[in-house]
Nanobody
């Protein structure tokens, strides 16, 4: 069982940066694939970035070159560093951990980008 808690959201201006954190409880955090998703108001939840167990990363086209996903297994924490934020990035951001058939979501953290 893994409990996920996101933090680091807030209100920023266009062009600024934020770093979101995804703290996980439980054992064997390093064995979980980590993803970040977001849900903008009036839209379906969409996948933003993923970090595989082999260290490979992938990003949605709309964040490539601006967002970076990483993890610190010693701290049981994953991150999403977001640069050059745009108003269109305003959303609730969710961390997702998965291993085999088990998936875990956090409660989300709000990111608001003003123009």
């Amino acid at each position: 069982q893994v409990a996920i808690t996101e933090s680091g959201g807030g209100l920023v201006h266009s062009g600024e940066s934020l770093r979101l954190s995804c703290a996980a409880s439980g054992y064997f955090f390093s064995l979980y694939t980590i993803e970040w998703h977001r849900q903008r108001k009036g839209h379906l939840r969409e996948r933003v970035a993923g970090l595989m167990l082999d260290g490979k990363t992938d990003y949605a086209d709309f964040v490539k070159g601006r967002f970076t996903i990483s993890r610190d297994n010693a701290e049981n924490t994953a991150y999403l560093h977001m640069d050059n934020l745009e108003p269109e990035d305003t959303a609730v951001y969710y961390c997702h951990a998965s291993r085999g058939g088990a998936t875990y979501w956090g409660q989300g953290t709000q990111v608001t980008v003003s123009s």
